[in-house]
């Protein structure tokens, strides 16, 4: 009897150990052996948990990031909401058409103005005819941009060095402009020669580019920029490819709201509107006056649209500090905090599993859970009357976005709706599977893999194609902390 105990533990042991499930074929290998891991998948329906690894522990999320911020802007803004950026003017206009005053650009943290995604190109040309029909003919003032919407600190204190003076790290101020984007144009030569500085586009008074490039037998953009916030030195380094006529690198503009404010005074006296003071910009106390004309983004809908297909950072910091403004009327990282926490919390979700430093994920120190994804995905997909709305702000694999190679000609090219995170040690994949099976939401968030991005978005590739076609629930008590490898442990206790 007891040697046939025996062999009926022995066998159960050895299908436990050699059947393979989708988890065990994501950790089998060297490359995720010792990473940080926090796996969460569920039927949408349901609920039901159908696989997971140490769902509750927190992990960078990257630019996963911005489903916590557009899901936030979506419910406390309303899918129709606009930014608005103002022309004031302060003081009167006189019979001979003088304004004794100052003209106020007054900024709304609009991330869109004269942005070449989305937004009124035409916006400038706008704000001069208003001053025309204002009767104004000469200012005997300034022209002052007006960012004191926003704190003056633009970049998030908990970004890295590395990053600041690059486009994707630019700052967020209370005035946008450009996509706080200049282009700097190269020419290089031979291999081991540094490249010559040609321009900027656009044409950045006072900006002073400290060139430490070198041209090299690459095909690739290796060039980053160093840059303390608003500093008009713009160091850069690394190399570029050789023997090119032109080559573009992007970095941050230094200071968006000045040269907005020269941009509109050159605009005003090329028809005919003399300034006769200089362009200065107020970051202190939001300045009033009469409203001459006011510019209006798109709406919100679009906004967060731009932001999650193309993982865009600024126009994710924008709306982080524009939620910080809505409550405490102070548009900071502290308060943008503090109302993210405050909803979500109210709304029944996880927060002590959320830990936020920006809107965008670019901070290293940001840290959230697969479980609170899940949970924000599902309240959004079932609760939330923005649903359709936010699903179709996501990127599709295989077709649009950050996924549009994404499971390309796979089972699921075109039914994952999700947004993906990568910067160093970090791949991160969060959102929606929807197939004829079962819907599915998911959040897979791994940091400090031994492999490439390449290799782990190849695993999570397969993980997800597995799950899919899987009808069975994983058993989640046998997997949270335990390694495939180490099951084989079950043989060697039973002898």
């Known amino acids: 009897m007891r ?52 769902p509750s522990h927190s992990a960078m999320p990257a630019s996963t990031m911005k489903l916590i911020t557009t899901a936030t802007a979506l419910e406390l803004l309303g899918k129709d909401f606009r930014f608005k950026t103002s022309i004031l003017k302060q003081g009167k206009v006189s019979s001979d058409s003088i304004l004794d005053g100052n003209l106020i650009i007054s900024g709304g943290g609009d991330p869109t103005l004269g942005s070449s995604r989305m937004g009124d190109s035409e916006f400038l040309s706008k704000w001069v005819q208003a001053v025309q029909k204002a009767g104004i003919k000469k200012v005997n003032g300034n022209i002052v941009a007006d960012e004191a919407l926003f704190d003056r600190e633009g970049v998030n204190a908990s970004w890295q060095w590395d990053d600041m003076g690059n486009y994707y790290a630019a700052g967020a101020y209370g005035l946008a402009y450009l996509d706080n984007q200049f282009q700097l144009v190269l020419k290089s030569d031979v291999i081991g020669t540094k490249p010559v500085v040609v321009k900027t586009i656009p044409e950045i008074p006072e900006l002073e580019i400290d060139n430490q490039l070198t041209s090299a037998a690459i095909s690739f953009d290796s060039a980053f920029f160093h840059a303390a916030p608003k500093s008009n030195v713009r160091s850069i380094y690394g190399k570029i490819p050789a023997n090119k006529a032109e080559f573009i690198v992007k970095g941050d503009i230094p200071n968006p709201s000045l040269l907005l404010s020269y941009h509109f005074k050159n605009l005003l006296k090329v028809n005919g509107i003399d300034v006769i003071g200089s362009c200065k910009v107020n970051s202190d106390t939001i300045i009033k006056g009469d409203t001459l004309v006011s510019t209006y983004s798109p709406i919100l809908k679009d906004i967060i649209t731009e932001t999650n297909v193309k993982s865009n950072n600024l126009y994710a910091e924008h709306l982080f500090r524009y939620l910080g403004y809505t409550r405490s009327r102070q548009g900071n990282a502290a308060s943008a905090i503090k109302v993210i926490k405050d909803y979500w919390m109210q709304k029944g979700l996880s927060t002590s599993q959320l830990f936020l430093n920006d809107g965008s994920g670019l901070s290293p120190s940001d840290g959230i859970s697969a479980h609170f994804f899940v949970e924000l995905l599902t309240y959004m997909h079932l609760k939330s009357k923005n649903d359709s709305i936010f699903l179709h702000s996501l990127p599709v694999s295989g077709e649009s976005g950050t ?68 009808t069975a629930t994983i058993p989640t008590k046998k997997i949270n902390f335990t390694h495939k490898r180490h099951k084989r442990q079950c043989l060697k206790n039973e002898n």
């Open 403 to 470: 996924l549009k190679n994404f499971l390309k000609n796979t089972a699921l090219h075109g039914k994952v709706y999700a947004k993906s995170g990568t910067i160093a040690r970090v791949k991160c994949y969060a959102g929606y599977i929807f197939t004829e099976k079962r819907d599915l939401v998911f959040a897979v968030l791994i940091n400090n893999s031994k492999g490439s991005h390449k290799i782990v978005t190849q695993k999570i590739e397969d993980f997800l194609i597995e799950m899919s076609q899987s």
């Open 3 to 54: 040697q046939i105990q025996f062999i009926i533990v022995f066998f159960i042991c050895s299908l436990w150990v050699n059947a393979s499930t989708p988890i065990d074929n994501l950790l089998d290998n060297s490359v995720l052996e010792h990473a940080n891991i926090s796996l969460l998948v569920q039927d949408l329906k349901t609920g039901e948990t159908l696989a997971s690894i140490r």
